[in-house]
């Protein structure tokens, strides 16, 4: 069964330090993959997403996201993070040819100032 | 302004009670999709729907229903509900299930 994995619950890392959120997933098949953010009390915004081309994706507030297909993994990585940053992220697939969303249980993120 | 709308954003209700939580979309999308967040769980997908009349059952499609008569709504129905079903509820919109969603605000259901 397709599954995602985010494997830290909570990330502490002080301003302008650099972060990694980390997510693999398990899929028989290739897939679609994305990084949502949450901020508190919110929906769930696109932060970016790979669908096919170039394995690294960048955003546009300074997030990138490269995908490894031999590692099933999608890490999202920041080379300095800002308080504003402070947030709850969700990786997510779908896997080509099916309808169902699979989202990993998320990674809170807290920047210190 | 493009946005998914549900309604209501709280809800308090007693077991057994029927509800809908209503999903309302602007964009012409063709998929849409409800799921349920819970604390070190992360969202779970109940129902989706492709287009209209067209659904299907998600992960945890117990104790749900949902319709599609028209393209831009998508109703969650809890005709009987139970304190297990106490959760945070999104709804979302995408124009194909390979393009990114588009996020309602949510809706806090208690069931006591």
């Known amino acids: 069964a397709q599954s995602v994995t985010q494997l830290d619950s909570q990330v502490p890392v002080f301003e302008e330090a650099p972060v990694e959120l980390r997510c693999n997933y398990s899929?028989?098949?290739?897939?679609?993959l994305f990084w949502y953010v949450q901020y508190p009390n919110q929906g769930l915004q696109l932060l970016l997403k790979y669908l096919s081309g170039s394995t690294l994706v960048e955003s546009i507030n300074g997030f990138e996201a490269e995908f490894n297909k031999s590692q099933t993994s999608f890490h999202l990585r920041k080379p300095s993070v800002h308080i504003s940053d402070t947030a709850e992220y969700f990786c997510a697939v779908i896997p080509s040819g099916t309808y169902k969303y699979i989202f990993g249980t998320g990674t809170r993120l807290k920047v210190l100032a | 302004e493009a946005q998914v709308t549900q309604n209501p954003r709280y809800l308090i209700t007693v077991t057994g009670k029927k509800l809908t939580v209503t999903c309302s979309q602007n964009m012409n999308h063709e998929y849409m999709s409800w799921y349920r967040q819970d604390p070190g769980l992360g969202l779970r997908q109940i129902y989706y729907?492709?287009?209209?009349?067209?659904?299907d059952k998600g992960d945890v499609p117990e104790g749900y229903k949902v319709s599609r008569k028209e393209k831009r709504n998508f109703p969650l129905i809890l005709e009987s509900p139970s304190p297990n079903q106490t959760s945070l509820y999104f709804c979302a919109s995408s124009l194909s299930p390979s393009q990114p969603q588009h996020f309602g605000d949510g809706t806090r259901l208690s069931i006591l």
């Open positions: 899929s028989s098949v290739s897939v679609y």
């Open positions: 729907s492709m287009n209209v009349e067209v659904t």
